[in-house]
Each structure stands twice: as structure tokens, then as C-alpha cells.
């Protein structure tokens, strides 16, 4: 038995140590973000107000935030879905039952949303987190898999890892209403101001509000497995504690990994952190608008007509000025030594010129050319050219959608564990069938949970725990991709690739081939040509004689005796 109260006012006084050295380790990081997007909303919503250097930001131009929002809409075609493969043959069903569950989840959770605000953020300040945590509370009160947006101001973690995974501890601050906090932990009789509100909280102000702490560690088991703990305090009082608690033996979440994930843009070698678009293109917005406004204003200058007036001119400067007069009255002979237009010299346009290179060198170095966007300045007009060009010049932004692509994997990793853990009952869920109709499926956890194959020849406790790969697609493809395979497809019609007579020729060619669907087209294509000849398509097994799949459960048992067998061929040995 675990004894009680295994994390208490000391640990936690530890642990607010941690958090803070944390914090101080990470403020450089907080000071460049907070420095940036005051940049931002500078350009953005420009007002006649100074900055701290006393540089007045209006007029400004929208050339770095275009990039951003040429990136931004890239991402957003290639919003992510994942399909789940199995690594046995007896996990097929679930892997595809997975693949058709995954969605529903992730739009239950508002993904989309969620993910277009931290492709946000992440283009600004080159990374942003994720959140894969089970709630209880949804789903009236059942509990289903929640996928947040993780604000980086509020998550600190051990500085100088690369991996999130490999930190000692994280820490997860939050705000809370006193209230609420009181009513839902009738323990806590803490007040405002305690232990981490004067780090967090801004003084003087939110007197009602108390910082909530959520504290993960792992712990390392006897049987060599890690066990995540998790921890919630605010002040010096623990409001929940795995270790106090027997029934979380095992842990938090039985995966052992911190429910946290990082999507980095831009990486800096020896950080889990990154930099983004405004770090890049920042100096050159700057200098393209300090130009615009010197050459509005030297517009300005050269489009108002002024004059040299000498003060015994004797012209009435009332009527001068009014541009309704007709006759405006004077005394004495006015002329070019009384009254003379001041000119305003030509501008060279060299200036002209050299602002035009500051807007190319803005577009090269954030990789938002002009053809990217479907103009072009190089006389090219065929709409299949610029399409070309297009794809050629987005390899930039492939790369930086493959990485969204690397954090969405781990992200649903952990959306699966956590199903592997808590979708005990059954549950039903409308998915979208392979016509693209809407069917129902019912589903639950049962051939996912670890399974007993038995004990081996020296007595050690054999199990098998059901694992799937994870192959991350677009959900949504661009344009260009869509008219790319459908005019491939068109072709290989056009050449009798579907003709039944030449269906082991199609196979042969599909089999060198690599694009998306092509799996169901050669099926497809097997399936059609069998019932043309009469036959039935038959799964060819490594075995001699063909037999059919096994049940998980046989399958198991299966597994345990040939473990067991060879357990037994090595003690002889």
C-alpha cells in the first residue's frame, strides 16, 4: 500500500521553487513575444501614439502581414486528419474504427478552431502548444477526450531540453476565481496574493482571482515502466494528488507522457523553442515603412503649392488664400522678386528603387513571392505555368506544413491513449462512409487494453498491448492538388488503364506509382477483375494453407503458446 499524504505543504514549496526558476529561464522567450506582438498590433491598428523610442508607426503597409496571411490560408488547406494502421493483422477492425472515430473527436473538441489560432500564433512567434487531456465533464458528464490550445505564458518546463517529454517536471498555470476554486475544493482557505499570485498575477488588480497550478512529473516504476503523476495546488494547499491517492497507483494517464506537445516553425538549436515570421521579416517592414513616410511626405511637400512673399508685397493674404475670390487685391507691382512659386526639386529614383528592393527582399526571405499568390512578373499567363511555378516555389511552405504534420502525429498519440484508457463503455459515434453517406458505429475500448498471454518458462507475467502507426493526410487539399490527381486519373483513363482486359497490366503500373487512393484503385481494380473471370480474391497468408483471421482473443492465445514455446526451446539450450 501507498502510504497518505505523499505530496504535502513541503513538496509543494519545492515545487513553487521549480516553477519559478522555470519562469526566469523562460522570460526571454516571453519578453520576445510580448515585444513582437506589440509590433504587430502597432502595424496592424496604427495609431497617432509614439512607441518607447518615440517613433510614430503611421502610415504602414500590410507586406509582412500578406506573408502571414498567405501562410495562415496554406495551412488551413492542409488542415490535418489522421488514419490509424495496424501493426497486426487482428487489430485491423479497431484501426479502422479509429480512423473513422478520430474526426468526430477532433470536431467535438473544435480542432479547427483551435488550430487556426495556434497556426496563429505559431507564424508570429515560430511555435505554439497543444493540450491532449480527458475531461470528465463532457458528453454530460461520460467524459470524452478534449484538445485545447495551450497558451506558452501559461506552460513552463525544464530549460535546455529539446524534447518536452524529456523535462523533469511541467508546470501548467492557470487563473481561477477564488469562488469557483472554493466550491469545487472545499479544502482550499487560501486568499488572493498567496504563494504565486505576486509573480502572476498584476498588482493591485484581480483581487478576487488566485493562480491554480497544475504540476506533472514522472516516476520511474519497479517493473521499468514510467508513471506520470499529476498534482493541483494553488498557494501552499494541494487541492488533488495522485501519489495521495491509492486508486491512481498507476498514475495519471497510463501512457506515462506528458499530455503536452510542441509545434515549432523555425527551430533554435539547443531550445524547444523557435522564431517566427515577424523575427524574419520584421527589419525590412520597418525600413519599407520609415520609406513610405518620407516619401508621403516629400508628396506632400511637392503637391502644395507654396511661394517666397516678401513682406512688403502689399497683397491681401486673406483673399489670396481664398480660392472663391476671383480678384484678389494688391498694391504696387507684384512680381518675381515680390512673389515667387517655391519648387521643389525632382525626386531621384534611385529612392524609388531602392524601396522597390526592400519589398523583394521582405517577400525572399518569408517565401511569399508573387507567383505564389497567382501573379506573376515574368510574362507567364498559361494558367498550367503559374501552377507549376506555384508548386515548385511553395517547397518552403511543404516543409513547414510537415512539421505541423510531425506535432499532429504525437497529438494524436495521444488522443489513442487516452481512448486505450477511459472509452470503457461503448459509445456511438456518425461517421462518414466510404460513399460518403453517414452511418453509425458503436464502438468501445474492449480489444484495445492490454491482454494476458500468460506467464513465460521463468515465471514473468507475458502481455500484449494493441499498436497502431499513425499516417497524418490533408483533411482539406489545395486547389492545385485536387485538379493534379484528377487530371492523373483522367489520363490513366484515357490510356485503358481501367479496361478490364488490362487489369494486370493496371496493377503492375499502379504498383510503381505513389499518390493518394491508389491503394483502393488497385483494389478496386483486383475486386472488378476476379468477378469478371468468375473468381474470388483470396488473402494470401505465409502459411501453406490459407486460413482465416483470428479473433483478438485467439489471436492472444495464439501469440502466448509460440512465446512459451520458444521460452521453453532456450531454457533447454
Known amino acids: 500500500m501507498r502510504k497518505k499524504n505523499v505530496i504535502g505543504k513541503a513538496e509543494i514549496r519545492c515545487a513553487m521553487e521549480e516553477l519559478l526558476s522555470f519562469r526566469r529561464a523562460q522570460e526571454g522567450f516571453l519578453s520576445r513575444v510580448r515585444d513582437e506582438e506589440e509590433w504587430y498590433r502597432l502595424r496592424v491598428m496604427p495609431t497617432p ?5 518615440g517613433e510614430v508607426f503611421a502610415p504602414t503597409s500590410a507586406w509582412l502581414f500578406n506573408a502571414l496571411m498567405q501562410k495562415h490560408a496554406d495551412l488551413m488547406e492542409n488542415l490535418p486528419t489522421a488514419v490509424c494502421l495496424p501493426r497486426e493483422e487482428g487489430d485491423e477492425a479497431d484501426a479502422r474504427a479509429l480512423s473513422d472515430i478520430l474526426p468526430v473527436i477532433l470536431t467535438r473538441a473544435g480542432f479547427e478552431g483551435a488550430y487556426s489560432d495556434n497556426m496563429w500564433y505559431k507564424l508570429k512567434h515560430g511555435v505554439c502548444a497543444w493540450g491532449v487531456f480527458w475531461n470528465p465533464a463532457l458528453e454530460n458528464g461520460v467524459g470524452d477526450v478534449d484538445v485545447r490550445r495551450v497558451d506558452l505564458a501559461n506552460l513552463f518546463w525544464q530549460p535546455g531540453v529539446r524534447d518536452l517529454q524529456d ?69 501552499d494547499t494541494v487541492l488533488f494528488s495522485t501519489e495521495n491517492d491509492v486508486t491512481y497507483e498507476n498514475g495519471w494517464y497510463l501512457h506515462g507522457r506528458y499530455p503536452f506537445v510542441l509545434d515549432v516553425l523555425y527551430p533554435i538549436e539547443g531550445s524547444s523553442l ?52 476671383r480678384i484678389v487685391s494688391v498694391e504696387g507691382d507684384p512680381d518675381e ?48 505555368a503559374i501552377a507549376a511555378l506555384q508548386e515548385s516555389g511553395n517547397k518552403s511552405m511543404r516543409d513547414m506544413i510537415s512539421a505541423s504534420y510531425r506535432a499532429f502525429e504525437s497529438v494524436v498519440y495521444l488522443i489513442i491513449e487516452c481512448i486505450r484508457q477511459f472509452y470503457g463503455e461503448a459509445r456511438c459515434f456518425r461517421i462518414l462512409g466510404t460513399e460518403g453517406e453517414h452511418r453509425y458505429l458503436t464502438w468501445s475500448n474492449t480489444n484495445m487494453k492490454e491482454q494476458s498471454l500468460g506467464y513465460s518458462a521463468t515465471g514473468l507475467p507475458l502481455s500484449r498491448v494493441p499498436i ?57 481494380i483486383g475486386k472488378h477483375d476476379a468477378l469478371r473471370v468468375g473468381t474470388v480474391p483470396k488473402r494470401v497468408t505465409p502459411t501453406a494453407q490459407p486460413t482465416t483471421p483470428l479473433s483478438p482473443g485467439e489471436h492472444a492465445k495464439e501469440r502466448a503458446r509460440a512465446v512459451q514455446e520458444h521460452a521453453k526451446e532456450n531454457a533447454t539450450v
Open 274 to 325: 523557435g522564431f517566427g515570421v515577424i523575427a524574419v521579416g520584421r527589419d525590412p517592414q520597418a525600413y519599407i515603412d520609415r520609406m513610405d513616410r518620407n516619401l508621403l511626405e516629400y508628396m506632400d511637400w511637392a503637391t502644395r503649392v507654396r511661394y517666397f512673399c516678401k513682406r512688403s508685397t502689399g497683397i491681401n493674404e486673406d483673399e489670396f488664400l481664398d480660392l472663391s475670390r
Open 468 to 524: 497502431f502507426d499513425i499516417e497524418v493526410r490533408a483533411e482539406k487539399q489545395d486547389p492545385y492538388t485536387r485538379y493534379s490527381y484528377n487530371e492523373l486519373l483522367k489520363a490513366l483513363y484515357s490510356m485503358g488503364v481501367f479496361h478490364p482486359e488490362n487489369a494486370e497490366a493496371a496493377q503492375i503500373l499502379l504498383g510503381a506509382m505513389s499518390f493518394p487512393g491508389v491503394r483502393e484503385l488497385r483494389a478496386a
Open 167 to 235: 523535462s523533469r517536471a511541467i508546470y501548467y498555470v492557470q487563473e481561477c476565481d477564488i469562488a469557483a476554486l472554493r466550491a469545487r475544493f472545499p479544502q482550499y482557505n487560501g486568499k488572493s496574493g498567496e504563494g504565486l499570485d505576486a509573480f502572476f498575477l498584476p498588482t493591485g488588480e484581480n483581487g478576487d482571482r488566485v493562480m491554480v497550478v497544475d504540476w506533472y512529473y514522472k516516476k520511474h516504476l519497479p517493473n521499468g515502466r514510467t508513471c506520470l503523476h499529476y498534482c493541483k495546488f494553488a498557494g
Open 337 to 384: 522678386e515680390r512673389l515667387r512659386q517655391i519648387d521643389v526639386s525632382t525626386l531621384d529614383p534611385i529612392w524609388l528603387d531602392l524601396k522597390k528592393d526592400k519589398i523583394r527582399e521582405l517577400k525572399e526571405t518569408t517565401a511569399n513571392r508573387d507567383v505564389l499568390q497567382g501573379s506573376t512578373d515574368t510574362g507567364v499567363t498559361a494558367a498550367a
Open 49 to 53: 501614439a509614439q512607441n518607447s523610442n
